[in-house]
């Protein structure tokens, strides 16, 4: 990672942490892109630059390109399903699991903020396109009309295992619930 790159993940990470004390304290709405950018000691163009919307930055995820990464690693060597949950073990597990605290209060606050949920809920069918259109890489040429439904039951799996994992407060690490969601997944499919 260049300085340049870094640079940009370190004041993504400021706005990100500084944003979410706000909205937890004010209230999302009560909260200007202005007075985050106050608050991080940076122009408002530069959040702007950093985040097309308020909702982007509680739902920014830093380790996309290590998601992205780990999918394309996994499906070159395991079954879609079996891949994707090593894939998301492997990156959102030790994501939430090494800042727990921090990742919790983000992902209690989109649960309990009507706007922000839905704005995950529209990612998701953002991340879903990404994913099929991955996916159908790695199946067969027989086999990818497939795609848009492993893609939509996989990220399923992941939102309810971080459903899951916030509403029981991090019992567990999110790597348990998420190999749970996958197991009933592929138990699923295994159905006759």
Known sequence: MSLRERNRLNAKRAVQRAALSMFRAQGFDSVTVESIAREVGMAPSTVYRLFVTKE???????HDLEI?????????RHPPLEAMRIAFVETLGGRYDDDIEFQLARV??????ERLH???????????????????HFLSKRNRHAAPILAGAALL???VAIERW???AAKHTLSVYVNDAFDSLIGLASIT
């Open 56 to 62: 982007d930055i509680v739902l920014w995820d830093e």
């Open 166 to 168: 916030q509403a029981d």
């Open 157 to 159: 799996a992941v939102d």
């Open 68 to 76: 992205d990464r780990a999918l394309e690693e996994q499906l070159r």
């Open 118 to 136: 839905a704005a995950a809920l529209h990612a998701d069918l953002r991340h879903r396109v990404e994913l099929t259109d991955g996916l159908r």
């Open 108 to 113: 209690n606050y989109i649960y309990a903020t």
